[in-house]
C-alpha cells in the first residue's frame, strides 16, 4: 500500500532540514489560521442552529427594545434624539462584545473533546487555533450584524454617513476582538464549556447593563455614573453613536475604546497561548 | 546540524523520564530504545503510565525528569521539530465531529502546509485505504465507532509520519475491526514507518510488536519479545490423567516427588515443571508403578498469564 509509505530517505531529509527551524513563518501562520478559519465557518453548516442567536436574536432584541422602552425612554433622552437612533448603536454593541462568548464556549469544547490534542501535535502556530475561532466568530457577527441593520432600517433607522456606519462598527469589532481573546482566556483554563458560559455571562451582564447601552448615563445614579463611564462598553457604545448617527464628535471614544481592545488583547492574547499549550 | 536523524539514531529513545501529578507518580524513571522501522508495545493496565508516555512523546504534556527524542529530537527543547515527524492517534478519535469525513483529512493536509491539490489527492487516498470513501462526504459525528478510528488513524497519517504513536487503537472494537485494524499497522511497519503501540491485550502486543515493555504503576517490570516475556516466567505447567480413577493419589505423589508441588482434581493432575529432565524422571517412574496414562500433556503459561503474574507480584512489591 503506497498510501501508507514512510518518508522515503531524501524527502526525510528536506523534513528534517524543516523540522529544525522552530518558527513557523508568517505565511505558514496564515495559512493555518485560515484553515482553522474554514474549519469553525465548516462547523456552523452541521449545526445551523448555532447561527440563531446571530439571526434570530438581534432582529428579537432590536424590535423588542425599541417598542418596549422606546416610550419609556423618550424623555431622558437628549432633545431631538429618537430612541431608535439611541438603541440601534447599543445593539450592535451589545451584539459585538456579547457575540464573543461563543468563542470561548466553542474553545473549551474542543478541549472536552480529543481534536485539540491532534491541533497541539501538529507543527502549527499554537495561535492558530485560537485565532481561526475569532475570526470565524466575528464573521458571525458581521452577519448579525447586517440582519440588526436590515430590521433597524425596517423600523426607521437611518445612518449619518456610510463611512461613519462602518467605522462605528469597525471600532466595535475591534473591542469584541479584544473581548474575544478574555473569552478565549476563560476557554482555556474553565473545565466545562458551561463554566466558561458561566463565567462570561457573569462578567458581562453587569457591563452591559451599567454602561450607556440602552439607557444615557445622565438618567443614572452618580455613584453609578462613575463605573458606568469608565466601562469599556460605554465608551464604545458612545462613539458608535457618535459615528453612526453623528451625535457628536467621536474622537475621544474612540480612542479611548480602542485602547481597551489594544489592551485586552495585548494581555490576554498571550495568556490565552501559555494557558492553551499548557492544558492537560 | 547539532542533531538529526541519520541512520543510527534510534526512533525514540527515552532516558529516566519521570512524569507527577501531584503526589501521584504517574512515569517513574523509564528508559526506552525503540529502533527505526519496528513496532514496539507498551503494554500494561490501566494507570500503568502509557498514555502519559505517549503524551509526554507528543508534545502534549511537559516532561517532569529525565529525557526523550523522536528521530533524534529533543521533545522538550525542539517540540516543534517533534512535531513535525510524528503522527497521533489516541485512546479516543479525536476527529472534528463537525467535519465530514473529507473535511477532517483535507484540514490535516492544510495545516501541514500541503498546497490545496495536494492536500485533496492525500485526503482522497485515504479515505480509500481507509474504505471510508463512501461516507467521504457525511458528518463524522454520523460515523460508527469503528469508522471514527479509522477516520482518526487515517488523520494521524496526512503527512506521512516517521513516528506514529498509536495509543490503545482497538479499545472498545470488535474483534473483527480489530484485525483490519492490526493488518494496517503491519502495512505501515513494512513501509518503515516507526509506531508505538500501547494496549492492554498481550495479545495485541504478540501480535504486532517485535519488542515488548510491560510497565505497571509507571515502571518498567518486564522486556523483551514475546517469547522471552513467557520464559521469564516459567509457566510450564504437566498435567496427566490416569486411566484408572484409583492411581490418582499415587499418581500424585509421584509427582509431587519429581516436581516438589502437585494437584488432583476431578482425576487430572498438575504439576509445574521448571526443567526438560523432570519428565523423563517421572515417566520412568511412572512406568516402574505399572501406572496406565489416559493422556499426559504440557503446557506453557499463555501471554496473559503472564501478563497477570509480571503485574500482580510488581503489586506485591510495593
Sequence with gaps: MSVLTAPAPSTDLIRTAAAAKRRV?????????????????????ADPEELLDVTIFPIVMTVLFTYVFGGAMKGSLPKGTNYLEFLVPGIFTQMLTFGTMSVGVKLSTDFSKGVIDRFRSLPIARSAVLNGHIVASMLRLLLASAITMAVASALGFRVHTALGFFGGLGVLMGLGVGVSWIAVYIGSVAKTPAAVNGIMQLALFPLMFASSIFAPVSSMPSWLQHFVNINPLTTAADSARELMTGSGPAAHDVLITL??????????????IRAYKRRS | MTTGNTGTTPAIQVKGLVKRFGEQVAVDHVDLTVPTGSVFGLLGPNGAGKTTIVRMLSTLLPLDGGSATVTGFDVATQPHAVRRVIGLTGQYAAVDEALSGRENL???????????????????????????TDSAKKLAKTYSGGMRRRLDLAASLVGTPAVLFLDEPTTGLDPHR??????????????????????????????????????????IIAKGTAAELKQQVSGRTLQARPTAAADGALLRELFEDALGRAELDGGLVTGPLTEDSQLNLLLNRIAAKHIDLAEITTTTASLDEVFLQLTTTSGDAK
Design chain 1, 25 to 45: 513563518s508568517f505565511r505558514a501562520w496564515a495559512r493555518h489560521s485560515g484553515a482553522m478559519i474554514r474549519r469553525n465557518l465548516l462547523s456552523i453548516k
Design chain 1, 259 to 272: 485602547a481597551w481592545a489594544l489592551g485586552f488583547t495585548l494581555i490576554f492574547a498571550p495568556l490565552s
Design chain 2, 106 to 132: 483535507y484540514l490535516i493536509g492544510r495545516l501541514l502546509d500541503m498546497p490545496v491539490k495536494a492536500a485533496r489527492a492525500r485526503a482522497d487516498e485515504l479515505l480509500e485505504t481507509f474504505v471510508l
Design chain 2, 178 to 219: 480489530r484485525s483490519d485494524l492490526w493488518e494496517i499497522v503491519r502495512d505501515l511497519a513494512r513501509n518503515g514507518t516507526t509506531v508505538l503501540l500501547t494496549t492492554q491485550y498481550m495479545e495485541e502486543a504478540e501480535a504486532l510488536a517485535e519488542d515488548i515493555v510491560v510497565m505497571d504503576k509507571g515502571r
